[in-house]
Nanobody, 124 residues
Framework: QVQLVEAGGGLVQAGDSLTLSCAAS????????MGWFRQAPGKEREFVAA????????YYTDSVKGRFTISRDNAKNTVFLQMNSLKSEDTAVYYC?????????????????WGQGTQVTVSS
């Protein structure tokens, strides 16, 4: 079984930066397309960013383009989400997810493995 463990969340002020990490174990990380999703209180889970298993190529939701950067380190079985210029609306629990190979997709249902989430709170 693949296990994903997120880290790096916390309380920051608007305009600050934060980097989330997600460590994978129990599978062949280099074969996974990795994604980051988030869920704010009272809202549905939404796609944030994804990085492909080959290339790699990246894909972002419009609201984070130019502010967030997703990257991966296959040697460390880890995917990162660098978040700059944080806004109060970025406050949410952030989850990483993995799908085996396949194309980049913002659809959560296509991701097979999920982490437990890490809280990001941005104060204005």
């Amino acid at each position: 079984q693949v296990q994903l463990v997120e880290a790096g969340g916390g309380l920051v002020q608007a305009g600050d930066s934060l980097t989330l990490s997600c460590a994978a174990s129990g599978g062949t990380f280099s074969r996974y397309t990795m994604g980051w999703f988030r869920q704010a209180p009272g809202k549905e889970r939404e796609f944030v960013a994804a990085v492909s298993w080959i290339g790699p190529t990246t894909y972002y939701t419009d609201s984070v383009k130019g502010r967030f950067t997703i990257s991966r380190d296959n040697a460390k079985n880890t995917v990162f989400l660098q978040m700059n210029s944080l806004k109060s609306e970025d406050t949410a629990v952030y989850y990483c997810a993995a799908k085996i190979r396949g194309s980049l997709t913002p659809l959560g249902r296509e991701y097979v493995y999920w982490g437990q989430g890490t809280q990001v709170t941005v104060s204005s």
